[in-house]
Nanobody, 125 residues
Framework: QVQLVESGGGSVQAGGSLRLSCAVSGNTYGVRSMAWFRQAPGKEREGVAH????????YYVNSVKGRFTISQDNAKNTLYLQMNSLKPEDTAVYYC??????????????????WGQGTQVTVSS
């Protein structure tokens, strides 16, 4: 069982930055992919970025490419999401998740079996 705890959310003005952290613990053997998802009110949960745990290969959806950076610190068992140039449309609850499957450029929530509780990000115009 993998446990995930997000932190770092908050409220910022458009153009600002936030860094989300996800502390990963438990049995991480077999984890291949770690990802960030987000869910805005009234919308479906959508993938933002993922990283292959072993190689560090990353993928971003177009809406965040060039603004967000996913990274991992294996020594600290922590996943990060650096978010720059934030826009009001980035407002959502952000979740980290892990999967035993890594399918590059595929960010389907159904492939991820462990989830954090989420952290709120609010961007005002």
């Amino acid at each position: 069982q993998v446990q995930l705890v997000e932190s770092g959310g908050g409220s910022v003005q458009a153009g600002g930055s936030l860094r989300l952290s996800c502390a990963v613990s438990g049995n991480t053997y077999g984890v291949r992919s770690m990802a960030w998802f987000r869910q805005a009110p009234g919308k479906e949960r959508e993938g933002v970025a993922h990283i292959h745990k072993q190689s560090g290969n990353t993928y971003y959806v177009n809406s965040v490419k060039g603004r967000f950076t996913i990274s991992q610190d294996n020594a600290k068992n922590t996943l990060y999401l650096q978010m720059n140039s934030l826009k009001p449309e980035d407002t959502a609850v952000y979740y980290c998740a892990t999967s035993v499957i890594f399918a590059f450029a595929i960010l389907s929530p159904q492939q991820y079996s462990s989830w954090g509780q989420g952290t709120q990000v609010t961007v005002s115009s």
